[in-house]
């Protein structure tokens, strides 16, 4: 855990109010969708298509990766998603926040597809309750080597580098990224976890009780300081064993979880 003392300065938090007469919120992240993961996608399309909430927001990796928006061409996986998420827009709100996977989705992707862009961190105000959202990437502090690169992909000048690349360069390039970020993870004994301190402090400053997060792939609801709770969701795999894919609700009542995997 970070030292007090080295806690990073406090990033702005973007305001977001639900309508007044929404009745229910979800919350979904890391479901790293890619073609390989067939069962995955189409459990996605599926509560999409069926949810009866009246906003999803998807706090980040939604993607395994996302080489740019004008990847969207005839016959690609990126440009049938770009219509499921468009379809779902269509009938309930969907908001985007982009995580260390899909960071390069951009204001032309969303746009078409009727989604709200959502800054990370953003705080969501509904019912009276304030919840802070966030992928969760940039309150691991302990991953030092990950949030320097953090840094450098997500600078203007590199983004402009990448994205005036041939599609077939980038893609390759995603695979190396998505290649080196495996290793690094197997090479850490114990996998980066939101770093307490830093996320009580942003939850102080937001006037939020309770955080939302995706990013650890460690699912569940606690306590981190007398009256800070953190709600972390669980990643989607529903071509594994045993099948994952979990929704965070809110309503007025407060959080419940529900379980999609079957």
């Not at 992240?29 to 009246?54: I, K």
């Not at 939604?62 to 996986?77: K, Q, V």
């Not at 959502?118 to 309150?139: C, E, F, I, K, M």
């Amino acid at each position: 855990m970070a030292g007090a003392d080295a806690l990073p300065e406090l990033p702005a938090f973007f305001e977001f109010s639900a309508e007044p007469q929404w009745r229910s919120v979800e919350f979904i992240s890391d479901l790293h969708l890619a073609p390989e993961g067939p069962a995955t996608v189409e459990r996605w399309a599926a509560y999409l298509r069926d949810t009866r909430a009246d906003a999803v927001f998807i706090l980040g990796d939604l993607f395994e990766a996302w080489i740019g928006d004008d990847a969207r061409t005839p016959g690609s996986f990126a440009l049938a998603a770009a219509g499921v998420l468009a379809e779902a827009a269509s009938r309930r709100h969907v908001a985007f926040m982009v995580g260390n996977r899909d960071f390069l989705v951009g204001a032309a992707m969303l746009r078409d597809c009727g989604v709200t862009a959502l800054p990370d961190p953003t705080v969501l105000d509904a019912w009276g309750q304030r919840v802070l959202l966030t992928h969760g990437d940039a309150l691991c502090l302990d991953d030092t080597a990950y949030l320097a690169f953090r840094s450098q992909v997500r600078g203007e000048a590199w983004r402009r580098a990448f994205l005036a690349q041939p599609l077939v360069q980038r893609a390759q390039l995603a695979r190396g990224m998505r290649d080196a970020s495996e290793v690094h993870k197997r090479a850490q004994a114990v996998w980066a976890d939101v770093d307490p301190a830093a996320a009580v402090a942003w939850m102080h400053a937001a006037g939020a009780r309770d955080l939302v997060h995706g990013h650890t792939h460690r699912p569940g609801s606690e306590l981190i300081a007398p009256g800070f709770i953190r709600h972390v969701l669980s990643d989607w795999d529903c071509d594994a064993a045993p099948r994952r894919a979990q929704v965070l609700r809110l309503t007025r009542d407060g959080f419940t979880r529900i379980d999609l995997a079957s």
